[in-house]
C-alpha cells in the first residue's frame, strides 16, 4: 500500500503557461522525489507597468510519502 502527499506550487514564465508549470514542476523536482502527478488548478497573467505579461501556474503536485514512524 502506498500514500501519497499533495502541495500547492506556482511556476511562472514570460513565455507561456506551459513553460511556467514546466518550471515548478522541473525546480520542485530537486527537493521532491518520486513526484506522480502535476495537476493544473489555476492560470492566470500578472500584466507588468510597461505591458509585460508573467504566465503564472498553480500546480497541485502528489508524490510518494515516506514519513517516519507515527
Given at each position: 500500500m502506498s500514500v501519497y502527499r499533495v502541495i500547492d506550487v506556482i511556476g511562472t514564465s514570460t513565455t507561456s503557461w506551459e513553460d511556467a508549470a514546466l518550471t515548478a514542476v522541473k525546480t520542485a523536482k530537486g527537493s521532491l522525489r518520486d513526484i506522480r502527478v502535476a495537476e493544473v488548478v489555476k492560470q492566470d497573467l500578472d500584466i507588468g507597468d510597461n505591458d509585460d505579461?508573467?504566465?503564472?501556474v498553480k500546480l497541485q503536485l502528489s508524490f510518494k510519502y515516506e514519513g517516519g514512524p507515527a
Open positions: 505579461v508573467t504566465y503564472r
